[in-house]
């Protein structure tokens, strides 16, 4: 197995049920935050460690996205012959990326979106990253997932304490604190009720990942919701070799949840260079309003 990762993995078949009727011809992906789709702000934060190869996991009404990474000649030439030099860069700056595109079938899970990928990922490590779960950019969770990889050679995954109460909306661990950040993973629940969690301490989604977890994702029994689970495999993967976990205390935003697309759009607007100033002073007007409307 190479130790370097070269490729990462996006599921990204699911339906948008959350973003209805948004979502009924156009993928979620491709919902714009501020100016770029969803899954951009993903492919940027693998792009900028080093990775070149996306393998995407996609459905039917997923096209867009492959439109969205291709090169447009015509959009170039134009922005070209127009001297919009910025916009250009902007348009070409991932066409050095490579992306292969897999069509998930059935809709049997996150787990089994993974598995679609394994002729392609062949005897690699490699990312998997779920881009509803936006990271924000000057925060270095990648990179240091990927160092920790480096260091142990085992799997890593991204954890974030949550309110108990929202433990039943992810995969949490149980584990024990190696060092700092890191946690030796010593069991994990996919969904759990408050009262069931082993702890507070929630998969988010970013992991790396070896590719022995092909062989469980095909022997696992499907789990919650009647879906292959990665959580379950993983699960199954741990009684083979260790696995562990990254505490990341950055910023991530929610964006496959209505409230967190909006907290996020509020946050990268405040940052980008265009808006900033008018987006801030409209806030700021709209925040005395609030006051006075009703909630
Ligand atoms: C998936 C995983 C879950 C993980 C979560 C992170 O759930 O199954 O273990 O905690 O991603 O976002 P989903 O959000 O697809 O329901």
């Known amino acids: 197995m190479s130790s370097e990762v070269r490729k990462a993995v996006f599921p990204a078949a699911g339906l948008g049920t959350r973003f209805l009727p948004a979502t009924k ?37 997923k096209r867009t996205i492959e439109d969205h990474f291709d090169s447009v000649m015509e959009l170039e030439v ?61 925060d270095a969770l990648l990179k240091e997932m990927l160092k920790c990889f480096q260091k142990y050679q085992s799997p890593v995954l991204a954890l974030q304490k949550v309110p108990k109460k929202d433990v039943s909306r992810y995969g949490i661990i149980k584990g024990i604190k190696v060092d700092k950040n890191l946690f030796k993973i010593e069991d994990l629940v996919e969904k759990p009720s408050p009262s069931n969690a082993p702890s507070n301490i ?49 910023r991530r935003y929610d964006a496959g949840d209505k409230a967190g697309f909006l907290e996020a759009t509020v946050e990268f607007a405040l940052k980008n260079p265009e808006v900033k100033t008018q987006f801030r002073k409209y806030l700021l007007s709209l925040k005395s309003n609030l006051k006075t409307r009703q909630g």
């Open 202 to 250: 929630a998969i988010i989604g970013r992991y790396i990942l070896t590719p022995d977890i092909f062989h469980f994702l095909e022997t696992v029994t499907p789990g919650k919701d009647g879906e292959i689970q990665l959580t379950d495999a993983l699960k199954a993967l741990l009684k083979t070799r260790d696995i562990y976990g990254y505490l990341f205390e950055g």
């Open 25 to 61: 011809a156009s993928p979620k992906e491709m919902l714009p935050i501020v100016d770029k789709p969803m899954i951009q702000y993903a492919v940027e934060e693998a792009e900028k460690c080093g990775i070149r190869e996306f393998i995407i996991i996609t459905g039917r009404n």
């Open 78 to 138: 134009t922005l070209k012959k127009k001297g919009k030099h910025s916009l250009l860069n902007e348009v070409q700056r991932l066409n050095h990326l490579h992306f292969a595109y897999i069509r998930q079938r059935m809709p049997l899970g996150l787990g089994h979106a993974i598995l679609c990928s394994k002729p392609v990922v062949h005897n690699e490590p490699f990312a998997v990253m779920l881009s509803d779960d936006i990271i924000d950019p000057e």
